[in-house]
């Protein structure tokens, strides 16, 4: 099961109240206030947690709440503070308020973002001891904490995003050229969730995303367009995947690039490559439509390997520490 969304409420700890105490011991007179402040409420502190892959990996817990500060004591002691509260999430996570407004976006392995404050400690009676009022009685409370619904969204990190309609063939191309095993079935819509794989060449390595099939319409919420087109935004290149062996292979390769665009105008700027899939079915005739378009395409076939070897290499071109060598591929 892959879980891209998630709302949780998160509660700090109060802070600890300030004490009212007065020293009493033998032999000393007029010992004078002496109460503690309160200790400081937990926080709740959402931390990037590389182990996780997707916002499941949290459980099933949706509502966190930190320990409260402890009140101040006797001989000025401060109470105890709270222990932070820190709640894992899979890197990559964006995190919204109630009404949708962005407050953080996680992408750094260990980073954090505190979603709720703890509370101050609260002030003991010793504080507020002056010459003419020796005996005071004053203590400040702790303050409450915070309290919020927050809204968690996963997308993606990868460096290679593949796009392509149902059947195109994208998830036996993964599991060829990555450590990625996305189901694989000889009907439409086989991969219901996007899915990682990490392709090593070069004594290096990169990732890519398999994103499940488009249909056209996506970008208006057909099928499950939404769900999954948000997850190519964070992809540096893109990898269409074209069915070869379909007649109106360009048309469809056309329709791709422009569910992109009308999901997000930046997508249609991201450097690709086009693997022509299905090569041991014959897909000449669908290569010639292409180059004649002023595209160029790599043939592949999953069933063969085929392609994988010249595909694998060029991936690796675009990725951005190569990303010079990524000149002739696709349309400028």
Not at 45 to 66: C, F, P, R, W
Not at 74 to 90: E, H, N, Y
Not at 208 to 225: K, M, N, Q, Y
Request: hydrophobic share 35%; charged share 25%.
């Amino acid at each position: 099961m892959f879980l891209d969304e998630k709302k949780i409420e998160v509660r700090s700890g109060k802070g600890g109240d300030g004490a009212c105490s007065f020293r009493r011991e033998k032999y000393v007179a007029l010992g004078g206030p002496d109460g503690g402040d309160g200790g400081k409420g937990g926080s709740v502190i959402l931390e990037v947690n590389e182990q996780y892959s997707t916002l499941l990996d949290m459980g099933h817990t949706y509502m966190y709440k930190a320990p409260n500060g402890q009140p101040g004591g006797a001989s000025k002691c401060t109470g105890r503070s709270g222990d932070d509260l820190i709640i894992g999430v899979p890197r990559g996570t964006l995190v919204k308020d109630s009404e949708g407004r962005l407050l953080s976006d996680l992408t750094e392995p260990g980073q954090r973002w505190i979603a709720a404050r703890g509370g101050k400690g609260g002030m003991g009676n010793y504080h507020f001891a002056t010459p003419t009022l020796q005996a005071p009685q004053k203590t400040i409370p702790g303050q409450a904490g915070e309290k919020r619904e927050l809204h968690l969204e996963l997308k993606l990190m990868a460096d290679i995003g593949l796009v392509g309609f149902p059947n195109a063939g994208k998830s036996s191309l993964v599991n060829k050229i990555s450590s990625g095993r996305p189901a694989v079935g000889d009907y439409p819509f086989t991969t219901l969730e996007p899915v990682l794989g990490i392709v090593s060449v070069n004594n290096h390595s990169f990732v890519v995303a398999d994103i499940p099939g488009l249909i056209e319409g996506a970008s208006e919420g057909r099928g499950l367009g939404h769900q999954f087109l948000k997850h190519i935004e964070r992809t540096h290149s893109l990898l269409f995947v074209i069915d070869g062996f379909e007649e109106d292979a360009l048309e469809k390769f056309r329709i791709l690039q422009q569910e992109l665009v009308d999901f997000h105008p930046k997508l249609g700027e991201k450097p690709y490559i086009i693997a022509m899939n299905k090569a041991d079915l014959g897909v000449e005739e669908q290569v010639k439509k292409f180059e004649e378009a002023g595209e160029k395409v790599i043939v592949t076939s999953a069933l063969s390997g085929e392609g994988c070897k010249e595909l694998k290499l060029a991936l690796d071109a675009m990725v951005p520490h190569k990303q010079k060598k990524a000149s002739g591929w696709g349309k400028k």
